[in-house]
């Protein structure tokens, strides 16, 4: 490959594009000053559960604020929070030459179709990353769960054929499907549990040790389930528990989830949904692009889905409370107490 874009360099985008970088690939970053400075200072370091820990120095950093528009990148990754979708492939749209691939690497259903709608000469491919990235300091990106990216597309795709080898380099799988519609349903419904998260104001981990919390949890998938069967929309599997188990397994007393969870509570001590900094600093949350969905997906069924829509509220309202929910005021917030 002579070239990927990351669009967006924050932690998806930085760790990624880290990796593609280490397995030699020329990578141009373009990203906001705070953490661009950041990496002028002191270059990228990726570490992960695993026990990975590369470094790429500052000078070998390509650093753009702006996609340069002389590049003519294999493969561009888009990396934003969903709210900045539209105006990054605007962006792109103007700077890039007509059909260059680009793989959305976001959270949620719609931003692949969002992008393609702002900038319909590019090639845009939906994407999915399973794991959790977290920016533990300045210029330092730490993988805190597993797993493979998936996106939509086959071998067939030059661009993404030759990104797929170059990550599997660095230690990375990258799955193409047809179809990627049922693991974004399917990474949706796990999702589900950031604005939980969130809410809690607790590390992932301590979070999920409380059965309160679990419970609500389960009942937002329970809710997203009914309507993906009603919508005859399949949900990929992206746990070692078919979703509709998983829902029995999150139910359960605590010392028996501890036993039956433990690979899923494999999660650094540390790990929390990005949500939670998005409440912390007064960011606009991802909430529409997971509830939301849920939500919408109701009302094209004409039918409604109150206990997504009440969190989504919840999420909205926190610069009016900002004081983390206890699972019983959690539960009586969705009204399951
Ligand atoms: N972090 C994770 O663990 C994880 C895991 C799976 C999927 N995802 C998904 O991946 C996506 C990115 O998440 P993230 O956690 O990496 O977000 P992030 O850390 O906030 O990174 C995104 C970065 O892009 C910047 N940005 C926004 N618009 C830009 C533009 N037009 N030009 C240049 N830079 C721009 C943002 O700056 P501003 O903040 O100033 O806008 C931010 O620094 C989300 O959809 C998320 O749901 C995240």
């Given at each position: 490959?002579?070239?990927?874009?990351?669009?967006?360099?924050?932690?998806?985008?930085?760790?990624?594009?880290?990796?593609?970088?280490?397995?030699?690939?020329?990578?141009?970053?373009?990203?906001?000053?705070?953490?661009?400075?950041?990496?002028?200072?002191?270059?990228l370091r990726l570490t992960d559960q695993d026990g990975l820990d590369r470094r790429i120095p500052a000078l070998d950093l390509r650093l753009h604020e702006e996609p340069p528009t002389s590049l003519r990148?294999?493969?561009?990754?888009?990396?934003?929070?969903?709210?900045?979708?539209?105006?990054?492939?605007?962006?792109?749209?103007?700077?890039?030459?007509?059909?260059?691939?680009?793989?959305?690497?976001?959270?949620?259903?719609?931003?692949?179709?969002?992008?393609?709608?702002?900038?319909?000469?590019?090639?845009?491919?939906?994407?999915?990353?399973?794991?959790?990235?977290?920016?533990?300091?300045?210029?330092?990106?730490?993988?805190?769960?597993?797993?493979?990216?998936?996106?939509?597309?086959?071998?067939?795709?030059?661009?993404?054929?030759?990104?797929?080898?170059?990550?599997?380099?660095?230690?990375?799988?990258?799955?193409?499907?047809?179809?990627?519609?049922?693991?974004?349903?399917?990474k949706l419904l796990l999702n589900l549990n950031n604005p939980v998260n969130a809410l809690s104001g607790l590390p992932l981990r301590d979070e999920l040790l409380q059965r309160g919390y679990r419970r609500?949890?389960?009942?937002?998938?329970?809710?997203?389930?009914?309507?993906?069967?009603?919508?005859?929309?399949?949900?990929?599997?992206?746990t070692p528990l078919p979703p509709r188990r998983l829902l029995m397994l999150l139910r359960m007393p605590t010392p028996l989830f501890r036993l039956a969870a433990a690979r899923m509570l494999r999660i650094?001590?540390?790990?929390?949904?990005?949500?939670?900094?998005?409440?912390?600093?007064?960011?606009?949350?991802?909430?529409?692009?997971?509830?939301?969905?849920?939500?919408?997906?109701?009302?094209?069924?004409?039918?409604?889905?109150?206990?997504?829509?009440?969190?989504?509220?919840?999420?909205?309202?926190?610069?009016?409370?900002?004081?983390?929910?206890?699972?019983?005021?959690?539960?009586?917030?969705?009204?399951?107490?």
């Amino acid at each position: 490959m002579t070239g990927v874009l990351v669009m967006g360099a924050g932690s998806v985008g930085c760790f990624i594009g880290g990796l593609t970088q280490l397995a030699g690939v020329p990578v141009h970053f373009v990203g906001r000053p705070r953490v661009l400075g950041a990496l002028r200072k002191q270059g990228l370091r990726l570490t992960d559960q695993d026990g990975l820990d590369r470094r790429i120095p500052a000078l070998d950093l390509r650093l753009h604020e702006e996609p340069p528009t002389s590049l003519r990148p294999d493969l561009v990754l888009l990396c934003v929070k969903s709210g900045a979708t539209v105006e990054a492939a605007a962006t792109l749209g103007l700077t890039l030459p007509l059909g260059t691939p680009v793989v959305s690497l976001q959270n949620g259903i719609s931003n692949a179709s969002a992008a393609r709608e702002a900038a319909p000469q590019l090639h845009w491919h939906a994407g999915m990353v399973p794991f959790n990235v977290a920016e533990i300091s300045p210029g330092h990106y730490h993988r805190g769960t597993g797993g493979a990216l998936a996106a939509e597309g086959s071998a067939e795709d030059l661009a993404l054929a030759a990104w797929q080898a170059a990550l599997a380099r660095s230690g990375m799988g990258l799955q193409l499907h047809a179809d990627l519609a049922p693991v974004q349903w399917g990474k949706l419904l796990l999702n589900l549990n950031n604005p939980v998260n969130a809410l809690s104001g607790l590390p992932l981990r301590d979070e999920l040790l409380q059965r309160g919390y679990r419970r609500v949890l389960a009942a937002l998938q329970q809710e997203a389930l009914e309507l993906l069967d009603a919508a005859h929309r399949p949900v990929a599997q992206l746990t070692p528990l078919p979703p509709r188990r998983l829902l029995m397994l999150l139910r359960m007393p605590t010392p028996l989830f501890r036993l039956a969870a433990a690979r899923m509570l494999r999660i650094d001590a540390k790990a929390r949904s990005s949500m939670a900094d998005d409440l912390a600093q007064g960011r606009i949350t991802e909430v529409d692009a997971l509830c939301g969905e849920i939500v919408r997906l109701a009302h094209g069924l004409g039918r409604g889905a109150p206990l997504n829509q009440r969190m989504q509220a919840l999420v909205q309202a926190w610069p009016k409370r900002r004081r983390p929910y206890s699972p019983a005021e959690l539960l009586k917030a969705i009204g399951l107490s």
